[in-house]
């Protein structure tokens, strides 16, 4: 059997009564490293740079193993912007060579750029017009039951790359399912994490690394999910929040 461990923390109370997003987590790990992972989890969520949480939620939840789904990672790729209006000029760009229009890209980083908060799941918009479709509010979509499929590997390939950062590891996963799903035409993303100012704009094409694309010091941040006219909603939600996910190496080509 394997498990779902997912963490959301917060402060100022629970995110349900207004407190602070301070940081989640998401794993799918074997019986043997559960009290490892949660155990890692509290802690993060104690000493994370966005603040110490006073409110822990970790989740553990049983999968069936012949229910995930394996996919390969989307490859990574950096383009440096020397500061943060040119780096969201590439964002636009790269999500306009995704299908993303313009008008849309716009409405998705002015969003971004405006959360007075930060929020513990993503927005979706409609890549066409921008008009957000989830009707979440300030709690957004949060993707779960995700994880890298041999750890060890991947840290060897990310190396390869010259990458190593947990950011990196962590936001790689998520791309690689949100990209997947039917429907999704790109995601643009910063951290909320002040001392961190790389972003992305990923899409079945590639995961591109933006960084300065926030000022350093900042701690808003957060995700957008561009989303192909006439698609069915309640199924990409239910797929980003359900369906396990297991991200491989892809194939050296
Ligand atoms: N599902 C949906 N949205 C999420 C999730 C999730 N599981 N996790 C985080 N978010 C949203 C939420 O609004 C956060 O405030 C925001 O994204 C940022 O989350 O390769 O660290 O975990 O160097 O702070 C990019 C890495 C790192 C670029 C992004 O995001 C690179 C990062 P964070
Ligand atoms: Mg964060």
Not at 74 to 91: D, F, I, K, N, Y
Not at 105 to 116: D, F, N, V
Request: charge should be neutral.
């Amino acid at each position: 059997m394997l498990y779902s461990v997912r963490m959301r923390a917060a402060q100022g109370g629970a995110h349900e009564q207004g407190g602070t997003h301070i940081s989640g987590a998401e794993r799918i790990v074997c019986r043997e490293e559960l009290a490892a992972v949660t155990a890692a989890m509290q802690e993060r969520a104690l000493t994370h740079s966005r603040g110490q949480a006073d409110f822990i939620n970790i989740k553990v939840e049983a999968i069936a193993p012949e229910t995930v789904h394996y996919l390969a990672a989307l490859r990574p790729l950096t383009r440096t912007a020397p500061e943060l209006g040119a780096s969201r000029a590439l964002a636009q760009a790269e999500l306009y060579q995704a299908g993303v229009s313009p008008a849309a890209s716009q409405a998705g980083l002015k969003a971004l750029a405006e959360l007075s908060d930060s929020m513990r799941g993503a927005m979706l918009l409609c890549a066409q017009t921008g008009r957000r479709l989830d009707g979440r509010g300030n709690r957004g979509v949060r993707v779960s039951r995700m994880d890298i499929s041999e750890q060890d590997e991947f840290t060897v390939w990310l190396l390869k790359q010259g990458l190593s950062n947990i950011h990196t590891r962590e936001a790689l996963v998520l791309a690689t399912k949100v990209a997947a799903a039917e429907g999704v035409v790109a995601e643009v993303c910063w951290s909320d994490d002040p001392d961190y100012t790389t972003g992305y704009v990923a899409s079945k094409a590639g995961y591109v690394r933006l960084p300065n694309i926030k000022p350093l010091g900042l701690p808003q941040g957060g995700r957008v999910f561009f989303i192909a006219p006439d698609s069915d909603i309640a199924a990409i939600i239910s797929y980003l929040e359900q369906q396990p996910v297991l991200v491989t190496v892809p194939d050296e080509r």
